[in-house]
């Protein structure tokens, strides 16, 4: 099959462009985990991730988003997704309570550029399979980051999430329907990153190319379903899950984790991975 275009590749002054947009993501991420609290409500996260935006001159990739096929426009400019929520929860009403699992996805654009990521975090103490489910989420998207290289396909980052998650004694659910993807001018573009598959499989990964890796697992089955919202992506067996998402830079030097405020610097190094930043 013919391709009409292949994945977009950023010259070095596009990623410094798009590290911009991604450590804004990552420090209203902080700032929305800092601020989460038993009593906080998800809208109140919110409004404050929108101040954080107006404050920086950034656009939110999510507000509006979806109205171009068919979904009722997204309305917020986070997704808060709590305990069986997998992704998509949108923020409001919502009062959060010691226990809870809350994985919070933001996605910002400057000047073009869009980032993209999400963190699962407790609020006050976790039960302790609620806990091992959000670090085995957070290892293996690590895991997934690492196993990407310029030159490589994008099913070895598939694979490294799977196997990652596959090395536990329990067995975790992998959920399918969602995927990681291509960013940079708009917030999705291909390819689709699965959370599974095979090494060796997958387009190619070339020197420019930027990927948003994001594993979203459960507790128990990965089976989902959709709420009446066309938004809120639940377990159907309303097990827990977890999410977590950076966005990536491959170069021909090594990796650039654009929405990590250290880059990547220490989990690529621990991985005895290349860390490449630009000028930062
Ligand atoms: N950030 C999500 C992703 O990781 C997409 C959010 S959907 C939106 O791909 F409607 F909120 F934009
Ligand atoms: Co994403």
């Known amino acids: 099959m013919t391709r009409l275009r292949g994945l977009e590749r950023k010259r070095p002054g596009q990623l410094l462009q798009m590290r911009k947009a991604g450590l804004l993501v990552?420090?209203?991420?902080?700032?929305?985990?800092?601020?989460?609290?038993?009593?906080?409500?998800?809208?109140?996260?919110?409004?404050?991730?929108?101040?954080?935006?107006?404050?920086?001159?950034?656009?939110?990739?999510?507000?509006?988003?979806?109205?171009?096929?068919?979904?009722?426009?997204?309305?917020?400019?986070?997704?808060?997704?709590?305990?069986?929520?997998?992704?998509?929860?949108?923020?409001?009403?919502?009062?959060?309570?010691?226990?809870?699992?809350v994985s919070v996805d933001f996605g910002a654009s400057v000047?073009?550029?869009?980032?993209?990521?999400?963190?699962t975090f407790g609020i006050g103490d976790l039960a302790p399979e609620a806990a091992a489910l959000?670090?085995?989420?957070?290892?293996?998207?690590?895991d997934g980051i690492a196993a990407g290289r310029v030159g490589?396909?994008?099913?070895?980052?598939?694979?490294?999430?799977?196997?990652?998650?596959?090395?536990?004694?329990?067995?975790?659910?992998?959920?399918?329907?969602?995927t990681g993807h291509g960013i940079g001018t708009a917030m999705h573009q291909p390819p689709d990153v699965p959370n599974y598959g095979r090494a060796g499989r997958g387009e190619r990964i070339l020197d420019g190319v930027c990927l948003a890796i994001e594993p979203m697992v459960t507790l128990g089955s990965a089976d989902a379903a959709t709420l009446a919202d066309e938004w809120t992506v639940v377990t159907r067996d309303r097990s827990w899950a977890a999410h977590w998402e950076h966005t990536v830079a491959f170069t021909g030097a090594g990796l650039w984790v654009l929405t990590a405020e250290d880059g990547g610097e220490a989990e690529l190094t621990a991985r005895g991975i290349p860390f490449a930043p630009l000028g930062d």
């Not at 305990?83 to 959060?96: S, T």
């Not at 959000?134 to 690590?142: H, K, L, S």
Request: proline share 4%.
């Open 111 to 119: 000047d073009g550029w869009h980032g993209d990521s999400a963190r």
């Open 26 to 101: 990552g420090r209203v991420l902080a700032a929305l985990a800092e601020h989460a609290a038993p009593g906080v409500t998800t809208g109140e996260l919110d409004r404050l991730a929108r101040e954080l935006l107006a404050e920086a001159k950034a656009a939110s990739s999510f507000l509006g988003y979806g109205a171009a096929f068919g979904l009722p426009p997204y309305p917020a400019v986070t997704c808060i997704s709590v305990n069986d929520e997998i992704v998509h929860g949108i923020p409001g009403e919502r009062v959060l309570a010691a226990g809870d699992l």
């Open 152 to 178: 490589g396909r994008v099913g070895d980052i598939s694979h490294a999430i799977e196997a990652s998650i596959d090395a536990h004694v329990h067995q975790y659910g992998i959920v399918a329907e969602y």
């Open 134 to 142: 959000c670090e085995t989420t957070r290892v293996a998207m690590w």
